[in-house]
């Protein structure tokens, strides 16, 4: 409820006015799709000069947008400047790790060609490449009565693993729309990054090294006390014993 507040709030504000008649004609939000959990990593595609891309964009950034859209598709068009503003505003700041990437759907006059001159015309430099099978399955997760049909645009938030966080089919009305979920969804995924538990990882200081087995080691042998159980007992049994600290060891050896 209180997010469903902020946004309308920053519609009001977008707008400048308060007035029942505007607000009866504010676009509504885009409607929530089934394709959160998939993960993606595994596409294979082209980007528009040719040169391959594959699901390994996603670990460069701690959360991607992926725009799905068409040429001959009026509200894709209509929303391109919002995602334009997302690049703009987050590759001024590289350091919030925020990617905006458009899938072009080659299908009947959206091609390689016109898609490069709508960008090109409209000032649109975020990265852009063409679709495969993969955003196709993502695009049908919504028709659920296998009518052979779906609606676009589509945009689906994806983490570092490749993995969709948030999907919504539908335009976005407003930048300020957008980057709330934006904003949202890289503080969320910030925050899981910061807490996250590397198996081997005791000491805490980014790595699996010698360190952290000979701390397993003394944890074991009761000469020290047990702590970051969930990084030490790397095997699983539900204790930290001899068995994880040779584990830890052949690990930091690279073995």
């Known amino acids: 409820m209180k997010r469903i507040l902020s946004l309308m709030l920053a519609a009001v504000l977008a707008l400048g006015i308060v007035s029942p008649a505007l607000a009866k004609t504010t676009p509504e939000l885009p409607t929530r799709g089934d394709a959160i959990g998939m993960n993606i990593s595994d596409f294979a595609t082209v980007d528009l000069e040719n040169n391959p891309v594959d699901g390994s964009i996603f670990r460069e950034n701690t959360l991607t947008v992926v725009n799905m859209w068409a040429t001959w598709c009026g509200p894709c068009r209509s929303e391109m400047p919002h995602f334009q503003t997302v690049h703009e505003t987050y590759s001024a700041t590289p350091e919030d790790d925020v990617m905006m990437l458009g899938v072009l759907l080659i299908n009947g006059s959206s091609t390689v060609t016109t898609g490069r001159q709508f960008l090109s015309q409209n000032g649109i430099t975020f990265y852009n490449i063409v679709h495969c099978n993969t955003f196709i399955d993502v695009l049908y997760t919504t028709d659920d009565n296998n009518t052979g049909s779906v609606s676009i ?6 983490d570092r693993n490749g993995v969709i966080r ?3 089919v539908g335009a976005f009305s407003s930048y300020a729309q957008l980057d709330y979920f934006v904003s949202d969804w890289l ?7 910061a807490n996250a ?3 081997g990882d005791v000491d805490s200081d980014g790595s699996v ?4 087995a000979v701390i397993v080691m003394r944890m074991a042998m009761g000469l020290a006390e047990e702590s970051n159980i969930d990084a030490a007992d790397i095997n699983g049994n539900g204790s930290v014993d001899i068995g994880d600290a040779v584990q830890i060891l052949r690990m930091a050896m690279g073995l």
Do not use: S
């Open 197 to 199: 538990i590397t198996p």
């Open 166 to 168: 948030d999907h919504f």
């Open 209 to 212: 090294a010698i360190g952290d």
């Open 153 to 158: 645009p589509q945009t689906v938030f994806v």
């Open 187 to 193: 503080e969320t995924l910030l925050d899981e990054e």
